[in-house]
């Protein structure tokens, strides 16, 4: 039989070949359409002849498509537009905090991460959170819930950091200042918070940052993955991909390579810890270090899949995103020479108090120093604004409603809020949004017990700035961020210089993927600070 096919198949490729070559000619060309809410002129251009219009578009604006987008959308009047797609279907763009509050809380059941979503990255991960709606995902968030909540997790991720960064990262960019080498600080942030995502969600330590570590093959197939995955969801129209997912030919092949290695290193964690606990049933909760273990003590009946997708839904949410958020925050910083001589100073004042505490303390005092960072804390939100890790968001409805802004959304209709765009709307953050200025998180007070002026942090409206998501999926590590980032950037500021390693006026790629990039990485000298 299978000769049979092998024989007929040159006869038969042709019909296949034809109408992906058509497809991927539209993907190419035809990618966006109609838009709604522009200046008079250009919206009469694009009704008269729209698809000559969108091609002509395209075109001019194909090597900049997200950030003409964004700038469409801080123009636009209603912070809103629409697209249309020649195989039909509508995407609704939209940087308005009503729309955004509207999809991820009032009426957060009826979007949902459509089946355009799922099926594209169900392969990798399987039916953990990152694809799951409705009872699967409140299930999972409340499992998930029990991890992230002790104080003994945070412990836990407090003293790992403290290893990470002592015993790997200070002596690699020490070494770096010794040399005058240009290392890719992206990369290097990457692979801490690998080993930093691996240890605290299942007690694995990769050893990603170590010198004498080689390439890891789950990593890799990790980035690998999720890369294809992203394409699938990109493409035009699924048959795309799931023909070459039926011949088992060019990306869908490797995919499958990617995803046995990831399966089979997932599996080699959980089944371990899942033992562990099964042949340890009365564990003290104090003695459950990571987030497996602490979800296996409350739910000891979950299977080995359910956990694997779990694992690679961890790694997703906790690697990508504060390697990304860090790697802008020092680019940032490298232009902003006054509130880094801010950070530094706070971080001084910080270690000063914390040298007076008691020894016994020493590691609550830790934790609290990080904590009371309000500057830093502020500096980090600020680069997030101008350079979100995630610089845009689906959801699709599932029946038909109206945004807040009156704009009708059918049964189907992707609605994408893009946090890129929202952190440079001078209606959001006034006429100095282009400005690097921690300062507009912070209101100045007088301590009563002292008589000091001190910075007291006020956050924003989440639906304004959605960095971390908002409503019911708000990330649950979110402060385990913040914990992680204020530490890397304590270690690396109190020590060393962090100088870019390119030309007067460049300026960095922001490149948007699942996460947000720096395209072809981040080149930087370290030097010791004084």
């Known amino acids: 039989m299978l000769v049979l096919i092998l024989k007929l198949l040159p006869l038969f490729l042709p019909l296949f070949i034809l109408p992906l070559l058509i497809i991927l000619f539209f993907n190419k ?22 698809l000559i219009s969108q091609i002509i578009a395209l075109r001019q604006h194909k090597e900049v498509k997200f950030q003409w987008l964004s700038n469409l959308l801080v123009s636009s009047p209603s912070s809103t537009f629409i697209t249309r797609r020649p195989f039909g279907g509508k995407i609704v ?14 009426r957060f059941t009826i979007y949902e991460k459509g089946p355009n979503h799922k099926n594209s990255f169900r392969d990798v991960f399987g039916d953990g959170m990152f694809t799951t709606n409705g009872d699967a995902w409140k299930v999972q968030r409340n499992i998930a819930s029990h991890g992230f909540s002790s104080k003994y ?79 699938r969801y990109r493409a035009l129209h699924p048959i795309i991909w799931k023909i070459c997912r039926f011949f088992n030919i060019g990306y869908e092949k490797k995919l499958k390579e990617d995803i046995k290695v990831m399966q089979n290193f997932a599996t080699s964690v959980v089944k371990p810890l899942k033992q562990r606990i099964i042949d340890s049933p009365t564990s003290e909760e104090n003695k459950l270090k990571n987030v497996l273990e602490r979800l296996l003590k409350h739910n000891p009946n979950l299977s080995d899949k359910y956990l694997v997708d779990m694992v690679n839904s961890a790694i997703l949410a906790g690697r990508d995103t504060t390697s990304a958020a860090l790697t802008w925050f020092f680019w940032v910083l490298h232009k902003n020479k006054r509130a880094e001589d801010e950070i530094v100073n706070e971080i001084r004042q910080k270690k000063v108090k914390a040298a007076d505490v008691d020894h016994h303390h020493s590691h609550d005092s830790a934790v609290e120093e990080i904590k009371d960072m309000v500057y830093t804390h502020a500096a980090l939100c600020e680069s997030m604004r101008l350079y979100p890790p995630i610089a845009i968001n689906f959801r699709e409805a599932t029946t038909d409603d109206v945004l807040p802004d009156g704009t009708r959304v059918t049964k189907g209709t992707t609605v994408a809020y893009v946090p890129y765009a929202m952190g440079r709307m001078e209606k959001l953050w006034g006429p100095d949004w282009a400005e690097y200025r921690p300062e507009r998180w912070l209101r100045e007070e007088v301590d009563p017990s002292t008589g000091e002026k001190r910075w007291r942090f006020v956050p924003r409206d989440p639906y304004s700035f959605p960095v971390f998501h908002a409503g019911p999926r708000i990330c649950l590590g979110k402060d385990m961020a913040f914990m992680q980032m204020k530490r890397v950037v304590t270690g690396v500021l109190e020590r060393f210089r962090v100088v870019p390693a390119v030309e007067d006026g460049f300026e960095p790629v922001y490149l948007v993927s ?4 720096m395209q072809g990485g981040f080149p930087v000298r370290f030097e010791k600070r004084i």
């Open 514 to 517: 699942l996460t947000a990039i």
């Open 153 to 231: 997790l945070h412990r836990f991720v407090d003293n790992f950091l403290d290893f990470e960064l002592t015993e790997r990262l200070i002596p690699l960019l020490s070494e770096a200042t010794k040399n005058n080498k240009v290392y890719d600080f992206q990369d290097i942030l990457k692979k801490f918070a690998f080993d930093n995502i691996c240890m605290t969600s299942f007690g694995y330590d990769p050893a990603y940052l170590s010198p004498s570590s080689q390439n890891d093959k789950f990593s890799e197939a990790f980035d690998e993955a999720v890369m294809i995955s992203e394409m």
């Open 93 to 106: 763009f939209t940087a308005n905090p009503a729309i955004v509050e509207h999809i991820l809380r009032t």
């Open 29 to 50: 060309i035809c990618s966006v359409a109609v838009f709604k809410n522009l200046n008079a002129s250009l919206t009469k251009t694009l009704k008269s002849n729209p």
